[in-house]
């Protein structure tokens, strides 16, 4: 019975990605957990928490859930959702420090965008440490005594979450095409929702294919290089759907100016709707409609004490610490995705975001003014 709830949680809330799913928070308790068992906390996520109590399974641990509003961590994180009140409150009020002799609490890694490790301490005395990215690696993490691999650092779109990501705007967008196709184009209806979900999974399973032409190398170093770019890849999708409406029009014989013309506007809306913000749509690019994406990461290599956070935090794997010199270095710095983390977290404020004209931004803005849905960066709740 736990396995068909969890199936059908998984599916509902695919389908309504974009709404928030809350559940209830506070402290759970998975296998028979003791006072030297780990703590592990993690947002409010209906379809994460059940994600990772399904993890979890056969080892002894506590759970705490932090109110992130029913938003997934990374998103929670970043927006302002998931803060550092948040997880002190449950910190404090779930009973955790009655149940353990140890201060010592497990976080995703990708809460680091918005909870510094650092003023939790300060105001708890808990020592935070970043697990990995993905829920089905923490077994592997604890029993390599907390140690993280590259791999478990990094953040990755494979063809299962692409698929997730498909679904996840194809179910919205088809509901609203059919509701207007109803009143405007009812012939069309059918046609007209498969069209929808074709190109959804279209966009998303192909992904691979025309991933290198997303690149935005050429707006970091300031010069323009060829980058067929979000808009590029829109088109060439147009013209695919375009084409195979085509054909179809034609083994049929209905291929006229009018249907070209109506099959034409709706599979270029279709297009459009799909993939209106499709680096955002994915783990491994900033979104194309918000101005962070210019931003870079600058390292001041005065200010580096190579205490690692930046590396334990990265979800690109863009850091590495050379832990004799004490510094720390950016080899894989193309692959950033301007989240974040490492300027929130580092102690000596070595990092900051610099923008295309030069400007350093500070790291305490970063940590105070955090990115909403519409690429603006307000002040956090908490």
């Given at each position: 019975?736990?396995?068909?709830?969890?199936?059908?949680?998984?599916?509902?809330?695919?389908?309504l990605?974009?709404?928030?799913?809350?559940?209830?928070?506070?402290?759970?308790?998975?296998g028979?957990?003791?006072?030297?068992?780990?703590?592990?906390l993690?947002?409010n996520?209906?379809?994460?928490?059940e994600?990772?109590?399904?993890?979890?399974?056969?080892?002894?641990?506590?759970?705490?859930?932090?109110?992130?509003?029913?938003?997934?961590?990374?998103?929670?994180?970043?927006?302002?959702?998931?803060?550092?009140?948040?997880?002190?409150?449950?910190?404090?009020?779930?009973?955790?420090?009655?149940?353990?002799h140890?201060?010592?609490?497990?976080?995703?890694?990708?809460a680091?965008?918005?909870?510094?490790?650092?003023?939790?301490?300060?105001?708890?005395?808990?020592?935070v440490?970043?697990?990995?990215?993905e829920a089905?690696?923490?077994?592997?993490?604890?029993?390599?005594?907390?140690?993280?691999?590259?791999?478990?650092?990094?953040?990755?779109?494979?063809w299962?979450?692409?698929l997730?990501?498909?679904?996840?705007?194809?179910?919205?967008?088809?509901?609203?095409?059919a509701?207007?196709?109803?009143?405007?184009?009812?012939?069309?209806?059918?046609?007209?929702?498969?069209?929808?979900?074709?190109?959804?999974?279209l966009?998303?399973?192909?992904?691979?294919?025309?991933?290198?032409?997303?690149?935005?190398?050429?707006?970091?170093k300031?010069?323009?290089?060829?980058?067929?770019g979000?808009?590029?890849?829109?088109?060439?999708?147009?013209?695919?759907?375009m084409?195979?409406?085509?054909?179809?029009?034609?083994?049929?014989?209905?291929?006229?100016?009018?249907?070209?013309?109506?099959?034409?506007?709706?599979?270029?809306?279709?297009?459009?709707?799909?993939?209106?913000?499709?680096?955002?749509?994915?783990?491994?690019?900033?979104?194309?409609?918000?101005?962070?994406?210019?931003?870079?990461?600058?390292?001041?290599?005065?200010?580096?004490?190579?205490a690692?956070?930046?590396?334990?935090?990265?979800?690109?794997?863009?850091?590495?610490?050379?832990?004799?010199?004490?510094?720390?270095?950016?080899?894989?710095?193309?692959?950033?995705?301007?989240?974040?983390?490492?300027?929130?977290?580092?102690?000596?404020?070595?990092?900051?975001?610099?923008t295309?004209?030069?400007?350093?931004?500070?790291?305490?803005d970063?940590?105070?003014?955090?990115?909403?849905?519409?690429?603006?960066?307000?002040?956090a709740?908490?």
């Open positions: 019975m736990d396995t068909l709830r969890f199936y059908v949680a998984t599916v509902a809330e695919t389908l990605r974009m709404l928030p799913f809350p559940t209830r928070t506070g402290l759970y308790a998975i028979r957990p003791g006072p030297d068992s780990p703590v592990l993690t947002c996520f209906h379809l994460t928490v994600r990772v109590k399904r993890a979890l399974r056969g080892v002894d641990c506590w759970l705490l859930v932090a109110n992130s509003r029913g938003i997934n961590v990374w998103c929670a994180a970043t927006g302002g959702l998931l803060t550092n009140h948040d997880v002190i409150s449950v910190l404090k009020t779930s009973g955790i420090e009655e149940r353990v140890h201060r010592e609490v497990i976080l995703p890694q990708l680091a965008t918005g909870v510094e490790a650092k003023l939790i301490r300060q105001k708890t005395h808990w020592k440490l970043w697990g990995p990215v089905k690696d923490i077994p592997g993490y604890l029993a390599a005594g907390k140690q993280k691999t590259a791999a478990m650092r990094r953040v990755e779109f494979p299962l979450r692409r997730e990501m498909a679904v996840a705007w194809g179910f919205p967008i088809s509901a609203v095409t509701l207007v196709a109803w009143f405007v184009w009812r012939a069309a209806l059918v046609p007209l929702v498969a069209l929808v979900w074709l190109v959804a999974l966009v998303f399973l192909a992904f691979p294919l025309y991933e290198r032409f997303l690149s935005t190398e050429g707006v970091h300031g010069f323009i290089v060829f980058d067929f979000q808009s590029g890849v829109q088109v060439f999708l147009w013209v695919l759907v084409a195979a409406s085509l054909l179809i029009g034609q083994m049929t014989g209905g291929l006229t100016w009018g249907y070209a013309l109506r099959w034409g506007l709706a599979s270029l809306l279709v297009v459009v709707m799909v993939s209106i913000d499709l680096m955002g749509s994915t783990p491994i690019y900033k979104s194309g409609l918000h101005e962070d994406r210019l931003l870079s990461v600058r390292l001041d290599r005065d200010l580096c004490k190579g690692g956070f930046c590396e334990d935090v990265c979800p690109r794997d863009c850091f590495e610490v050379d832990r004799e010199a004490r510094k720390a270095t950016r080899p894989r710095a193309d692959a950033c995705v301007q989240c974040g983390a490492c300027i929130v977290q580092c102690p000596f404020d070595a990092l900051s975001f610099a295309p004209s030069g400007e350093i931004i500070p790291p305490a970063i940590r105070t003014y955090k990115l909403n849905l519409m690429g603006r960066r307000i002040k709740a908490g």
